[in-house]
């Protein structure tokens, strides 16, 4: 006991890099010894597993994106067309401003509220929520035309033909 004392007293003191030598050792110990006991050994699979696991990948999310990325493919950044919010049922804006930051990546838009394909307001507000990507075209309602003539059933044996003035 005496003789062990005496040595670790006259020791020199350990190199700078011995505890970090040591911390990397304790990791790789704990690394090796968790990933070998949570995957099987390759004798206890059988052939068609080791196929199956590696043509196997994992599926990527689509990226949604945002009202500006949604717009910057239709003609004139989108004005005049319809976009609606993924999750929304019978609601979409007729965009009918946008304006962009320097980049182009992002801005502010503002658009005509239209409820089951009808417009809700007549004035244009500013639409929230351009950034949150969550946004799609409605290539059901087309874009909007000036001069689009409407049919209008009278009491009157013959029928009328209005067009709306813009």
Request: hydrophobic share 30%; with cysteine; proline share 9%.
């Amino acid at each position: 006991m005496a003789t062990s004392l005496k040595k670790l007293l006259t020791a020199s003191p350990p190199p700078p890099d011995q505890p970090l030598r040591l911390f990397r050792s304790s990791f790789n110990l704990l690394k090796n010894t968790f990933s070998t006991s949570s995957t099987p050994s390759p004798s206890t699979q059988s052939p068609s597993d080791n196929n199956n696991t590696t043509s196997i990948k994992p599926k990527k999310k689509k990226k949604n994106k945002n009202l500006i990325e949604v717009s910057q493919f239709l003609p004139n950044w989108g004005i005049g067309y319809h976009m609606a919010k993924t999750h929304w049922t019978g609601v979409s804006y007729e965009i009918t401003k946008i304006k962009l930051h320097k980049d182009g990546s992002h801005g502010k838009a503002w658009g005509i509220v239209h409820k089951d394909g009808l417009p809700a307001a007549e004035a244009p507000k500013k639409i929230s929520g351009v950034h949150k990507r969550c946004w799609k075209y409605i290539s059901s309602l087309s874009k909007a035309t000036k001069s689009t003539p409407v049919l209008t059933n009278s009491t009157e044996s013959t029928p009328k033909v209005e067009v709306p003035v813009a």
